[in-house]
Each structure stands twice: as structure tokens, then as C-alpha cells.
């Protein structure tokens, strides 16, 4: 059974009380449990983590190339919050690890503020899902059971 790692950068520890007009009133604990549930449905075990710390997540990343490669992980979903905007060393960690990755928004991050449009994730990423709330990580799931049957 392979793997799924779901990895959350800054600021989705807040999920419930931060901004719910935009993220929701779910925690990321009712987060952790929905993957949980989508996992399970698609016999996968779940990895979830949530840092705050760029290079937590990029040291994240390179284990989960290594994973992928040694053939345990089929893949992570990433939510790199504010990250995704600004990071270089992500995108780079991405790139050079060579894993398979889903960019995840819980927020439609192009019906927002201009600095949210770009994303150094996207051109690494193999698919990207933004706008669906949090329904979206299990969505995401379900992608990757499709691209590692493929
Ligand atoms: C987010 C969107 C980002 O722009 C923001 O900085 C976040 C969360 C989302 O899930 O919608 O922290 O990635």
C-alpha cells in the first residue's frame, strides 16, 4: 500500500478561525480526517504534516522524492499557503526532487488579490486544483489514485 503525503505550509494551522469567509470553518484536524477517509477509499496510508517553516517543507519534499523513487509514496498534495507566491526554494526542491506533486488551494486564488495569480509551484506541479474548500484535498486523493494506476 503506497503513500500519499499531504503537506501544508504556513498558516493552515489556523484553519477554522483564520479568515472563514475565504478558507471555511473546518479545522485542520477535520482536514486531516477527511484525507484520512479519502485515503482509506483509495488504499493509500496518509503522511500529514503542517509547517510553518520553508525549509521543514523542503526537507519534506526531498524525503518524499526519495520515497517515491524507492516506490512507497505515489505522490504529495501540497497547500505551500503564502509559499506558493514567493518561494524559489520550493520550486527548486520540487524540481529537483522529481516527485510527483498535486498544487492545492482551498481558496480560488485567481478570484483574489493580483499577488496571488503567480505561482512558482505551478510549473513543477503536475496538476493544480484551486476553489473547491477543503474538499478539494480529497479530490486531490482521487487524482493521484488515477495518474499511479496510469
Ligand atoms: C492558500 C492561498 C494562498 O494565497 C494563501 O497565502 C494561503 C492559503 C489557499 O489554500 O487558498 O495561505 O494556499
Do not use: W
Not at 498558516?11 to 477554522?16: C, E, K, P, T
Not at 470553518?25 to 503522511?47: P, Y
Not at 526542491?93 to 495569480?117: D, P, Q, Y
Amino acid at each position: 500500500m503506497k503513500t500519499v503525503l499531504i503537506l501544508n505550509g504556513p498558516n493552515l494551522n489556523l484553519l477554522g478561525t483564520r479568515e472563514p469567509a475565504v478558507y471555511g470553518h473546518q479545522t485542520l484536524a477535520d482536514v486531516e480526517a477527511l484525507c484520512l477517509s479519502a485515503c482509506a477509499a483509495h488504499n493509500f496510508k496518509l503522511d500529514f504534516r503542517q509547517s510553518n517553516h520553508e525549509g521543514v517543507l523542503i526537507d519534506a519534499i526531498h524525503e518524499a522524492g526519495r520515497a517515491q523513487t524507492a516506490g512507497t509514496l505515489a505522490g504529495v498534495v501540497l497547500n505551500a499557503g503564502a509559499y506558493t507566491h514567493t518561494s524559489i526554494a520550493i520550486m527548486d526542491a520540487i524540481k529537483g526532487s522529481g516527485v510527483t506533486l498535486i498544487e492545492l488551494h482551498i481558496s480560488n486564488v485567481h478570484a483574489r488579490e493580483a499577488f496571488r495569480h503567480h505561482s512558482y509551484i505551478s510549473p513543477v506541479a503536475k496538476a493544480v486544483m484551486a476553489g473547491f474548500g477543503v474538499k478539494g484535498y480529497a479530490l486531490a486523493i482521487g487524482a493521484l489514485a488515477d495518474i499511479s494506476q496510469a
